[in-house]
């Protein structure tokens, strides 16, 4: 990304133990910081927003619950997002800064996990013979 400069720190963070974190430019007008954990996964995306009201408003992704989707392929389970600053650290519901959460999912199920393809109903493995080879509209397996 042209004009993005990243620089990469190490550092101790929240008890989790060490992490890079990694910052660089968007636009040439955004600082975004994402914290990369030591199996190199990326546990929180950070950046900040012009608010009117606010000034620069905190946007923050966190990532956790990786889980293996196939080939080695590390992928969330669980996506939670908030914007502003939560100052609620000890759970007693006063939080001065105003932080919403606005976003939460968790992924409970990969598809196809339950052992059977979704679009035919059979048993998994049924296709790897032939599952990579390119059909035309209409072919059958």
Known sequence: ????????????EQGKGRIRAVVFMVLNKY????????????????????????GDLCYELVLTNYKDFGNGLMFPATFHQHH???DDLEGEGVNVSGGHNSFGLTIAQRAGESGECRPCGSRRGAHDDDSARPRRVGESR
């Not at 990304?1 to 101790?12: L, Y």
């Not at 990326?42 to 009117?52: G, L, S």
């Open 31 to 54: 600082r975004v910081q994402c914290g990369i954990n030591d199996r190199n996964l990326v546990e929180r995306i950070q950046t900040y927003f012009p608010n009117p009201v606010v």
């Open 1 to 12: 990304m042209p004009g993005a400069n990243p620089i990469v720190i190490t550092r101790n």
């Open 84 to 86: 502003d600053l939560d």
